[in-house]
């Protein structure tokens, strides 16, 4: 079943960090968020996306978990959480968190536990360990790979990681294990976890939250050499979605990346284009600023030189509705592990181009906070909670505070500025809420009348039909349906 509400929304992601400061400690925390939702409803947005805001030592800025059912004290209570579904509730705004389950935090519990043992649990291991270095596989260092870890405490050998050494990977083990330390998928372990992420779902959905953006979705399972291998973290999902038809129909499931095609019924309701896949960086690439290691930097379509092309990101929809026309796909304005919209060569003239493409050509667009004044991506930014991956690869700059208005610390906190998260945008114009309130030609007036106009226009909107021509005029008979001409 896919949450017929997820079709035509639009979501608005919200860092928790660097939102609102209500307490003056320099860090964002939902009583901040709740001060400000009058501001996330004036967007016309249909949802929130929290990056993790659970107990967490913030190795990864959060994404390394110690207690799934616990808020971080810092961002406040789960009664907190509760209030602000509800008060978000009353203006139409719904609430999804971040499920992180590849892996968690070393001080999590379940990975004390094993740690302090002397060998296997009886009731199966929750982690991946072995008392021999093995001499095949994830043996190579690489940030945000699977690698092994010598144990740091009683417990010989060593441990899986998922990303960083401080977030070791949870066991749903593996399609064929040929290794001593390779569970079956339908081993003890790997079932305690996927139990453990059954009860984590049903205890904030029945708290009122609408779903979950899930982090590293497909990396459950990691047999991603073998033929089958993706379908068994594909089928991890389709078991918890039977079972939130049951209990949560409405919830809803967006995966970190598109979903694998294995020929199974989908898991998730929806594809996401992310930042870190050519199909965005071809819509929207930022010419360096915070460019991920991995990709080649490619011509951005959406910029004033206007060299690229739409083909990578016009295949990537028609890949991802081969099957199922009315599939959705989430495009992102930005995330919290890249740049901005704003950012390079491309300035506030050019945001417009690119907005209006991104509110109207029929994906669940998903807007990244403070993109709505175009906010700028700050190179050379401070190294905080693990946001640089490695030295040509910086996220702080894109995590930098909100800017408000022109208050002390552009209206984010009322700290000291030594305190603050991350340093504010330090540039006298810097673009605040305050300052394009209301004016005509602002990026904020801009991405608010788009979205007034994509609300009354179902033809702009996720579910209507898409056609793409190269044609240079229209034909006849078009009008009725959105068509884009390239
Ligand atoms: C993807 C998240 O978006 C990123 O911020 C995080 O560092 C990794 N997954 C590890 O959880």
Request: charged content about 25%; some cysteine.
């Amino acid at each position: 079943m896919t949450a017929e509400w997820l079709r035509d929304a639009v979501l608005y992601e919200i860092y928790p960090q660097s939102f609102a400061d209500s307490d003056g400690d320099g860090i964002g925390d939902l009583r901040g968020v709740i001060d400000r939702l009058d501001h996330v409803a004036s967007l016309g947005v249909d949802a929130i996306w929290f990056n993790p805001c659970f107990a967490s030592p913030f190795v990864d800025a959060g994404y390394d978990v110690s207690d799934y059912l616990q808020i971080a004290p810092r961002y406040g209570t789960n009664d907190d959480l509760v209030e602000l579904v509800e008060k978000a509730g009353e203006r139409g705004i719904r609430v999804l968190l971040d499920l992180v389950v590849g892996h968690t935090s070393i001080e999590h519990p379940w990975f004390q536990a094993e740690l302090h043992a002397a060998g296997p649990s009886p009731e199966g291991d929750r982690y991946i360990w072995t008392e021999e270095l093995p001499d095949r596989r994830w043996v190579v260092d690489l940030p945000g790979t699977p690698s092994w870890v010598p144990s740091p405490g009683p417990r010989p050998g060593w441990y899986l990681r998922n990303f960083y050494d401080e977030q070791p990977a949870l066991n749903f083990g593996w399609l064929e294990p040929s290794e001593p330390w390779m569970d079956a998928t339908d081993g003890p372990g790997p079932r305690r976890n996927v139990a453990a992420l059954r009860e984590i779902l049903d205890f904030w959905l029945s708290r009122g939250v609408a779903g979950f953006r899930v982090d590293m979705a497909f990396s459950l399972v990691k047999d991603f050499e073998i033929e089958g291998g993706l379908a068994a973290s594909t089928a991890i999902w389709r078991e918890l979605r039977e079972w939130l038809d049951e209990a949560h129909p409405d919830a809803v499931l967006i995966p970190e990346g598109p979903e694998p095609r294995t020929g199974e019924r989908l898991a998730f309701d929806a594809d996401f284009e992310l930042v870190i896949f050519q199909a965005h960086s071809s819509l929207f690439d930022n010419r360096g600023a915070g460019q991920l290691p991995f990709h080649g930097h490619l011509e951005p379509f959406f910029d004033a030189e206007g060299r690229g092309s739409t083909r990578v990101f016009l295949d990537a929809i028609a890949r991802a509705r081969e099957t199922d026309r009315r599939r959705m796909v989430l495009l992102a304005s930005a995330d919290h592990d890249f740049s901005r919209m704003r950012c390079g060569s491309r300035g506030p003239e050019q945001l417009g181009a690119a907005y209006t493409f991104l509110f109207t050509f029929g994906t669940v667009p998903c807007l990244y906070y403070g993109d709505e004044i175009g906010m700028r991506y700050l190179p050379g930014m401070p190294d905080v909670e693990g946001a640089i991956c490695n030295p040509g690869y910086n996220r702080a700059g894109c995590r930098t505070p909100m800017q408000w208005d022109d208050g002390p610390n552009a209206g984010f906190s009322t700290a000291d500025p030594s305190r603050l998260y991350l340093p504010v945008d330090p540039s006298p114009d810097r673009p605040t809420v305050a300052a394009q309130d209301g004016v005509p030609d602002s990026t904020l007036t801009l991405v608010r009348e788009l979205l007034a106009l994509r609300r009354e226009t179902p033809s702009l909107q996720g579910t209507a039909s898409t056609r793409w021509s190269r044609r240079a005029t229209p034909s006849p008979g078009c009008a009725a349906r959105r068509t884009w001409w390239w």
